[in-house]
């Protein structure tokens, strides 16, 4: 059946259609935790820093980012937070993350989706 389609198209001058291999990929899928408010706490030239702005940016994540080395207050937030003088730290409506790269931010991420974040300090 096919070849004869195929020979009908090529009498009228039009190509087959290619063989049809199945459904097309499915796009990347996007974060849809939409949180009320994300604070970042960096340290200038922090690579796991830059790893979890681009993250979040990659992902059109709307967040504020705290510069704890030229912010006080920012630093004395994050230690309150976390526990901890490491960055990054990320609070994401109250649930926070310490210490991470991007690997473990999207398995934040995709536990904030499931209702299953738990803060870790």
């Not at 499931?114 to 803060?119: E, H, L, T, V």
Request: with cysteine.
């Amino acid at each position: 059946m096919l070849n004869k389609l195929q020979s009908l198209l090529k009498k009228a001058g039009k190509a087959a259609p290619p063989p049809n291999k199945g459904p097309a990929p499915a796009p990347p899928v996007q974060p849809c935790h939409r949180p009320v408010q994300v604070r970042l706490f960096i340290k200038p030239y922090c690579p796991w820093c830059r790893q979890a702005m681009d993250w979040l940016e990659d992902h059109s994540i709307p967040h504020t980012v705290l510069d704890v080395i030229s912010d006080r207050q920012a630093y004395e937030e994050m230690f309150r937070l976390s526990g901890q003088t490491l960055a990054p730290v990320i609070d994401v409506d109250g649930q926070v993350l310490a210490d991470f790269g991007a690997r473990e931010l999207a398995e934040f991420w995709r536990k904030l989706e499931r209702g299953q974040a738990r803060s870790s300090r």
